[in-house]
């Protein structure tokens, strides 16, 4: 499975932004998640969804400004961001896998190439 995510670009705080994330060679399994990776910092969960539908899980410093969800039949999932803040900025990353470790990194087989997100203040 090869993952697309695109979306990323240069906006200001109170802005918002929608990534998008791509899948071919198969569909999803399990979990989506979002992860994001700020410069000189560890890979940070951001969101997940299941699949098949029901599970959603949102890291606290999102959770009321970010919104995952997911288009089957075109086999993407979405993150749409909301009043972005200075501190969202990072690379965005994509994943596939997941299960009982959704919001670890380690849970995931697969992942996207990341998106470069930058909120000016």
């Known amino acids: 499975v090869q993952l697309q995510a695109s979306g990323g670009g240069l906006v200001q705080a109170g802005d918002s932004l929608r990534l998008s994330c791509a899948a071919s060679?198969?569909?999803?399994?399990?979990?989506v998640g979002w992860f994001r990776q700020a410069p000189g910092k560890e890979r940070e969960f951001v969101a997940a969804?299941?699949?098949?539908?029901?599970?959603?899980y949102y890291a606290d410093s999102v959770l009321g400004r970010f919104t995952v969800s997911r288009d089957n039949a075109k086999n993407t999932v979405y993150l749409q961001m909301n009043s972005l803040k200075p501190e969202d900025t990072a690379v965005y990353y994509c994943?596939?896998?997941?299960?009982?470790?959704?919001?670890?990194?380690?849970?995931?087989?697969?992942w996207g190439q990341g998106t470069l997100v930058t909120v000016s203040s």
């Open positions: 994943a596939a896998g997941g299960g009982i470790y959704y919001s670890r990194a380690y849970g995931y087989n697969y």
């Open positions: 060679g198969r569909t999803f399994s399990s979990y």
């Open positions: 969804i299941r699949w098949s539908g029901g599970n959603i």
